[in-house]
């Protein structure tokens, strides 16, 4: 069991075994990799995404498209470095149930994508949970927030 101390700057990295810390590693790495690949391919070529989002009918897509890229990059690399960890998983949970709602919807998807959509949600869902995971147990100390508790 993990055991959460808030040290006196505020930074909760949890406090867990070498072991517990290196599988929160493992995973803060695992789950943000694919987050700062896609939102800094995003950013470098936003005029696309932002018309991919226009065509699939997202209001304020602009707006929306922009925020959505800068989250996933942004929020991508704080889950890897372990920095800010809780706040940016849930960051990057909450835009991924966005784009599963938009990018995903299987339900709506032409009998022949339909499979392969609702295979890219239950994913989706999976990496959802994932956040959520490491937004409750924090970064350990193999991690930014883990230095920052030390000090």
Known sequence: MINHATSSNGFDAGAGTAGQD????????LLG?????S???KLMALGGFIAGLESQGVPMAAVLGTIGALVEAFGGLAVVLGAW?????????????????IAHRYWDAAPEAMKMQQTQFMKNLAIIGGFLALAAAGSGRFSIDGWRARR
């Not at 290196?22 to 790495?29: K, N």
């Not at 990799?33 to 690949?37: E, G, T």
Request: charged share 5%; no cysteine.
């Open 39 to 41: 939102g800094f391919g």
């Open 85 to 101: 960890t809780r706040l940016a998983a849930l960051l990057v949970a909450a835009f991924t149930v966005a784009a599963t709602l």
């Open 22 to 29: 290196a599988l929160l590693l493992a995973a803060r790495v």
């Open 33 to 37: 990799a694919i987050f700062v690949q």
